[in-house]
């Protein structure tokens, strides 16, 4: 797979180097010379140049990439790159990185954003995630935000424990993926029992959170 990663400060350094590890084919852009001679001799290919420049990301390839990461500190010029990426070179899948959780709204297919992450956002997910038993955690939005990646910790009062997954009426567009259970992951199958305590996975349409929140919490 071919990949163009815009920004080379640490979350850009570290996917370049991830992805090269796993050998898909990376170009990493960054428009810093002092950052770019900082990173050394990397394995992956690197472009001096400004990556909200359609010239420079004609030079990095992208007409021939599968996915684009606008992964600069800057919100702004990722969202300038991810436009640029889906519209003036057809990328078929392009990922941003949202630096300030309030412009997450912003980044939307009309951005050309096919995936955005906030890092803060998933840090504060992951915090309540600890800390909340009994209510639905949304680790990860799909499909411009209309498709989630959920997880609810089951307590005591979930109507699912006791029962197994063949016996829940699972909503459309709701698939019950894995149950973490004593840092084991089970994939769910009919027979796949509910305990308090799992930690279940789902992928839920927005439209069906209610009922699952109903069908796993109560």
Not at 53 to 74: C, I
């Amino acid at each position: 797979m071919r990949v163009v990663v815009a920004g080379g400060g640490n979350v850009g350094r570290y996917l370049a180097l991830n992805l090269d590890a796993r050998k898909h084919l990376v170009t990493l852009l960054e428009r810093d010379a002092a950052t770019l001679k900082r990173l050394g001799d990397c394995p992956f290919r690197m472009e001096l140049g400004d990556a909200c420049d359609p010239a420079v990301l004609e030079r990095a390839g992208l007409r021939e990439a599968d996915v684009l990461v606008a992964a600069t500190g800057d919100d702004e010029d990722n969202l300038v790159i991810s436009l640029l990426g889906k519209q003036e070179f057809a990328v078929p899948r392009v990922l941003a990185r949202v630096n300030h959780p309030t412009n997450q709204w912003l980044f939307d297919e009309s951005w050309g954003v096919d995936m955005a992450v906030s890092p803060p956002e998933v840090l504060t997910r992951f915090v309540e995630e600890e800390v909340t038993a009994g209510d639905l955690v949304s680790l990860l939005k799909l499909e411009h935000g209309q498709v989630e990646l959920l997880e609810v910790r089951l307590d005591a009062s979930s109507p699912a424990v006791g029962h197994r997954v063949e016996d829940l009426a699972i909503p459309a567009d709701v698939t019950l993926v894995a149950v973490v259970r004593h840092g084991h992951v089970t994939p769910c199958r009919g027979k796949t029992p509910f305990q308090q305590g799992d930690e279940v996975i789902a992928l839920a349409a927005t439209e069906r959170h209610e009922e699952l929140r109903r069908l796993l919490v109560g």
